[in-house]
């Protein structure tokens, strides 16, 4: 199940949460453990946790009385489907372009 | 070598540019007539178009649904804003999938060159997170290669 593209665009849109990401990528992290690099306050990161969370980017699991968030696995995968389509579409439908015009010009 | 040029300009612009050897008229006409559309506006290999609603005219409609064959696909809809054949198309487009993409503006230019004719193909993204992304269509599939491309493309240096 994946989260619409817009809530995925408008979560990356932001450049602390694209920070947050990338601290993710590194490996898990509370919101504590997230608030010290970012130097902005528990209830801030806390938003743009939810955000993330929202956009499916970021899982967070309960260990004790820890919320430990890590990126989602597929969370991009939509939107890389969409854009990997784009370009390699576009490289294939110019080709093809090619071939038509050449068809058309030896009329 | 490909012969298409994709490049960037200020924090939202992608800007696609091909030469094609036919001239203006004939660009232009493949881009706006319907049956010549469904021939190459397929994607990858093996996409058909069975349905294709191209209305070149201001305010007209674009519909364009891919179907991969084996009961997948997906639409795109759009809507054109000025024509100024056989050198400028302007219009706006998002895919749907089945949720719509951002909107994405895109102003194509055709231009004599020799026999041939000059591609430039403005397209403008609602921001700069859309655009990044968009940017980092070049690499593989796949899990790995998300990661490097969240790491790489989408994400800001030395975050």
């Known amino acids: ?107 | 070598m490909s012969k298409l040029s994709l490049t960037t300009e200020g924090d939202t612009i992608v800007v696609v540019k091909r030469r094609f050897d036919a001239p203006p008229e004939e660009v232009y006409r493949a881009h706006t007539d319907p049956e010549l559309v469904q021939q190459w506006m397929l994607g990858p290999e093996g996409w058909t178009m069975p349905v294709c609603i191209c209305e070149a005219r201001p305010g007209g409609s674009i519909r364009y649904e891919w179907s991969d064959g084996k009961g997948g696909g997906f639409y795109l809809t759009g809507e054109f804003i000025e024509l100024d054949p056989p050198h400028r198309i302007l219009h706006v487009e998002r895919m749907h999938l089945p949720d719509p993409t951002p909107d994405n503006r895109i102003e194509t230019i055709f231009t004599a060159d020799g026999s041939g004719t000059a591609m430039v193909m403005r397209m403008t993204l609602p921001n700069a997170a859309t655009r990044q992304a968009m940017l980092a269509t070049g690499m593989e599939h796949g899990m790995e290669a998300s990661y490097v491309r969240l790491e790489a493309q989408v994400l800001p240096a030395g975050a």
Do not use: W
Not at chain 1, 75 to 93: I, P, R, V
């Open chain 1, 1 to 107: 199940m994946h989260a619409p593209l817009d809530a995925v665009c408008s979560a990356l849109a932001d450049p602390t949460r694209r920070a947050i990401l990338a601290r993710l990528a590194a490996g898990e992290a509370t919101v504590n453990e997230l608030v010290e690099p970012f130097e902005i306050s528990q209830p801030a990161i806390s938003r743009h946790l939810r955000v993330l969370e929202h956009a499916g980017l970021i899982l967070r699991r309960v260990d004790g009385n820890r919320r430990p968030c890590r990126l989602a696995p597929d969370a991009l995968h939509e939107l890389d489907d969409y854009l990997s389509m784009l370009k390699k579409g576009m490289e294939a439908n110019y080709a093809r372009l090619d071939r038509l015009l050449a068809k058309r010009s030896r009329r």
